[in-house]
Structures are given as structure tokens and as C-alpha cells.
């Protein structure tokens, strides 16, 4: 498979601290690569890094463009989309406004699939139609979940960036969200996963990377690393949720 994403030396600082150091990693088409980790290790800095919202050192080609000094926004056009920690919704507008605006740049170039592309999303989570003249701000946290996800989907992405998509959920509901995650994978849509939950991030992998305090530490298959000792014994204790 051709790369995808191909990082080289990716390096970020605030201030004199040092978050990222030298990460080097690929996502190949179609694939799903996962970065494991401990909370504060840097996985959230490494995804601002790529989609440009962080000034860093190194080097970021996606599908073999180099993407020095090209803006976020550029970045979603050009395929990459990220969905973020916190989801980052607009709570005061409707499920189906946010939607519509995960296309606002497909739309702005004159796009004429949207309400089609909408009703697949609606069928992939057949909750948010329920839900589409609902509040965003008035969503469990799943459905708000679903609703980042969906949103993302609207973008038509070539790569998606995952940030944390588990936290703050119901061991339910993890398993729910990453159900999903695997069944997109059939739409050949390649996804880089940035998770704590270790045990689910790697069932669903292709290929993982273990970052901790700023520095990738060990990388490998999926399976290969489940069935690592440094790993089993620090990521996939009894505090992994989902089975």
C-alpha cells in the first residue's frame, strides 16, 4: 500500500518544553494506525502538529505532498480531517446544522451531493436522524460522538485523525463508537487513532505506535504489540473498558 501519511522528525515545543520529539511515523491507504499511550505523553500534540495547528519541526507529506506551511484549512480540503478530544460541536445549533457545516468548504465549492451524503450518514447512525432537529448541546455523550464523527464524514475525508474517540464513555458505548470506527474502515477511508483505551485501539488497528513523554518508544502490528510484555503489562491492565 502507498503512504498515505508519511511523518518524518515531527518536533514540537512550548516554550523550552519539549512535547514531540522526532516522531516518525505512516499510515498506508486504507488502513487504520493507532498511537497508544499515557495521558500527557504528547498523542494530541502529534495530531495539531499535522493538521498544521501547531508550529513544529520536521516533515508532513500526505498522498506525497509536502505540507510545509500549508494552512489547517488547506489540510481539509485537500482530504484530512480531524476530530477533535473534545468533539467541539456547536451546542446551540441543530444535529443536522452540524452537519451542513462539516461540508461548508464542499459546499463553497459548488458540491451537489450533500443532502445525499447526509442521508448516509444517517443511515450509518441511524440515532442522529432521530435526533437531527435536536440541539447538539443537548446530546448524551455517544450521540455527541456520533455527531463528531458524522460531521467528519460530511467532509468526504481521505484520512481521518481520531483524538481520544472514547473518553468520557460508557464501557457501552466505547464498544459502540469503535464498532463504528472499524466498519468505516470499509469505506477505504484510512484513519490515524490516537487513544488511551489501549486494548480497543489495538483490536481495531492495523498497525500501532506507543508514544510516551514526547517520543515514540515502540511500534509494530497490532497484534504484535498486544501480545508485547512492555505493553500488556502498562496499557492492558484491568483499566482497559472495552473487550
Do not use: W
Amino acid at each position: 500500500m502507498s503512504a498515505e501519511l508519511q511523518v518524518e522528525e515531527l518536533s514540537v515545543a512550548y516554550g523550552k518544553v519539549d512535547a514531540l520529539q522526532h516522531a516518525k511515523l505512516h499510515v498506508a491507504e486504507g488502513a487504520i494506525v493507532t498511537v497508544i499511550g499515557p495521558n500527557g505523553a504528547g498523542k494530541t500534540t502529534l495530531l495539531g502538529a499535522i493538521m498544521g495547528l501547531l508550529p513544529s519541526r520536521g516533515t508532513v507529506r500526505y498522498a506525497g505532498t509536502l505540507l510545509e506551511g500549508t494552512p489547517t484549512e488547506e489540510r481539509v480540503a485537500l482530504g484530512m480531517c480531524l476530530v477533535p478530544e473534545r468533539r467541539e460541536l456547536f451546542a446551540g445549533l441543530s444535529v443536522e446544522d452540524n452537519l451542513r457545516l462539516g461540508a461548508f468548504h464542499r459546499r463553497r465549492e459548488g458540491a451537489r451531493t450533500i443532502s445525499a451524503d447526509m442521508e448516509q450518514v444517517y443511515a450509518r447512525f441511524p440515532r442522529l436522524k432521530e435526533r437531527a432537529r435536536q440541539l447538539a448541546g443537548t446530546l448524551s455523550g455517544g450521540e455527541r460522538q456520533m455527531l463528531a464523527l458524522g460531521r467528519a464524514l460530511m467532509a468526504k475525508p481521505r484520512l481521518l485523525l481520531l483524538d481520544e474517540p472514547s473518553l468520557g464513555l460508557a464501557p457501552r458505548m466505547v464498544r459502540e463508537i469503535f464498532h463504528i470506527i472499524a466498519d468505516l474502515k470499509r469505506t477505504g477511508v484510512s484513519m490515524l487513532l490516537v487513544e488511551q483505551n489501549a486494548r480497543a485501539a489495538l483490536q481495531v488497528a492495523d498497525y500501532g505506535y506507543v508514544l510516551e513523554t514526547g517520543s515514540i518508544v515502540l511500534e509494530g502490528a497490532a497484534t504484535d504489540l498486544a501480545g508485547n510484555p512492555r505493553v500488556v503489562e502498562t496499557y492492558l491492565g484491568l483499566s482497559s473498558t472495552a473487550r
